[in-house]
Structure formats: structure tokens, C-alpha cells
């Protein structure tokens, strides 16, 4: 192993930060000793990596396959010369701003993804953080009951629907955003709990894509959605909120993660780098 790195966990229940480590030069050994402290904490944050998009790539590579068009994006409010992206219509600002609600990325495609490796490359003054729960620790501390009646329960995900219950409705074509995930065919079925492929752990999976339990009004499949959300991050031990600097790494785990954007000055730049690692076929499929 030619780089040993130190690791300071976060005082909650995930989360790690790696320092003495550079990413861009990773031997096998190392990688491997990194990805299995990834499966056991499913949060870690590296500072001062300042990596270029091609070399952001390359390390996000190392954890799996990558979404084809995610595989190293901006997420930012900046158009492409420079100027700041200040209409209230703006269909990138729009998926901006649904973000800002708690989700995993993915669930409303066939393949939920696996993670992500993201970025800080331009930060505001302050605020623009970004927020993670652990959806391990909020199924752990569910009641029994609550546990047994969602046992064999699943919800439909769509990011279409999200993005009309928040009024901020996205065109999926002729638009500046790609349309990504809003022309879905068949609406994917997702269980309430998932399984991690890797750790065998269980999670809470539900975020603001889920809705329609099969067997549930839809009153009752909002309110147990919204119930179980709101549960999940109300304890601040499962809940870490990231204050950026420039050249931080963040790599997380989207199979027992969830995560949500946080609002800034729209009137400074923000630029993030993301890029999206995608599920494995069979444990990250739609039923
Ligand atoms: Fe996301």
C-alpha cells in the first residue's frame, strides 16, 4: 500500500473524514482498503483533492461503472458564459431547488444509483452546504410495528411526480436540463427497505421521489411516506450537513444515503462536480 491515510469519523451514526491521501494516485491495495472504510461508513469526505473533471472521472470509476452523461457534470448556477442563472423558470435551478428536498439519487430510473463522487469547485460565501442521512440507523431505530408493517411494503418513485408536488415542474424536452428521468416508461416499484447488496444491512428507503404504496390510499401512502421522511432525519445523530471548501471530495453511498441540497445567494456562483456511480443490475433494479 503506498499511501496510508488517516481516518477522523464524525460523532454520529456514519460518515468519515480521510485525510493524508491523494486521489489521484491510488495503488489497488490502497483503493481496496478505501472502499471497504466506503461500505462501513457510507459517507467519506476528502479534503483538498482540487481534482480536474477527467481525474474526478477516473477515481469515481474505481467504485463501479458510471452513468453514461453523469460521468463528471457541473451542478451549478452558472450557464456555460459565465453568467448567472437568475430566472425563477430555469429548469436547472428548478431540479436545483426539488433537490433541496431528502432523496437518493436514481430511484425514480430502472437502476437506483450506486453513488456518487461530488465535488466543490466554485463555493459561496457561505451557506449552499450539503445534507446526508443515514437511512441504516433510521431503520435500526424504528418501533417493531412500524418495522413489521412496512416489511413487505414498496412505493412507486418518479421524479416527475416530485418535481409537480413542489410546483416546480420540468419540461423533459426543449429544455436547457436534459430532461433526465422525466420521461420514464414504466414507474419504478421500490421496497420501503432495502437490503445493501455489499453490507446485507437494511435501510429506510423512501426520500421525496417515493409515493403511491400499492395496498394504501393515497392519503395513507402520503402520510406513512411523509411519516417515515420526517422520522428519518429528526434525530441529529443520523443527520451530518457539509459546509464546502473548494477541493473537497465527497463520496456517498446512494444505496443507504439520503441526501438534499441546501439553498445560497443565488447571486454568487456555485459549482459543483458530480459524478454518478450506477447500480448494480439486479440489487439496484426496480421490482
Ligand atoms: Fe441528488
Not at 7 to 19: C, H, I, Y
Not at 228 to 238: G, M, T, Y
Request: aromatic share 8%.
Amino acid at each position: 500500500m503506498d499511501q496510508s491515510f488517516s481516518l477522523q469519523p464524525l460523532e454520529k451514526t456514519f460518515g468519515v473524514v480521510v485525510t493524508g491521501l491523494d486521489v489521484r494516485n491510488l495503488d489497488e491495495e490502497t483503493f481496496a482498503a478505501l472502499y471497504a472504510v466506503w461500505l462501513d461508513y457510507s459517507l467519506l469526505i476528502i479534503p483538498g483533492q482540487h481534482l480536474s473533471k477527467s481525474e474526478q472521472r477516473s477515481f469515481a470509476l474505481k467504485f463501479g461503472d458510471l452513468v453514461p452523461g453523469l460521468e463528471a457534470v457541473e451542478i451549478s448556477n452558472v450557464y456555460p458564459d459565465g453568467s448567472l442563472r437568475d430566472k425563477p423558470d430555469d429548469d436547472m435551478m428548478k431540479i436545483i431547488r426539488g433537490n433541496m428536498h431528502w432523496h437518493q439519487d436514481n430511484t425514480y430510473m430502472p437502476l437506483q444509483a450506486k453513488g456518487a463522487v461530488f465535488s466543490a469547485k466554485i463555493v459561496p460565501e457561505k451557506q449552499g452546504d450539503t445534507a446526508f442521512a443515514d437511512m441504516r440507523a433510521a431503520y435500526d431505530a424504528l418501533d417493531e410495528t412500524t418495522k413489521q408493517f412496512i416489511s413487505a411494503k414498496t412505493a412507486y418513485h418518479s421524479l416527475a411526480h416530485s418535481q409537480a408536488q413542489l410546483g416546480e415542474e420540468t419540461k423533459a424536452t426543449a429544455s436547457e436540463y436534459s430532461g433526465y428521468g422525466l420521461d420514464v416508461e414504466d414507474t419504478p416499484l421500490r421496497p420501503l427497505v432495502k437490503v445493501h447488496p455489499e453490507t446485507g444491512r437494511k435501510s429506510l428507503a423512501a426520500g421525496r421521489h417515493a409515493y403511491g404504496i400499492p395496498d394504501l390510499s393515497s392519503q395513507e401512502s402520503d402520510r406513512l411516506i411523509a411519516k417515515l421522511n420526517a422520522f428519518s432525519v429528526e434525530d441529529a445523530s443520523r443527520v451530518y450537513q457539509h459546509s464546502w471548501s473548494e477541493g473537497d471530495v465527497i463520496v456517498w453511498d446512494n444505496r443507504c444515503l439520503m441526501h438534499r441540497a441546501m439553498p445560497w445567494d443565488y447571486s454568487e456562483p456555485r459549482v459543483m462536480v458530480h459524478s454518478r456511480i450506477a447500480g448494480d443490475e439486479i440489487s439496484e433494479a426496480a421490482l
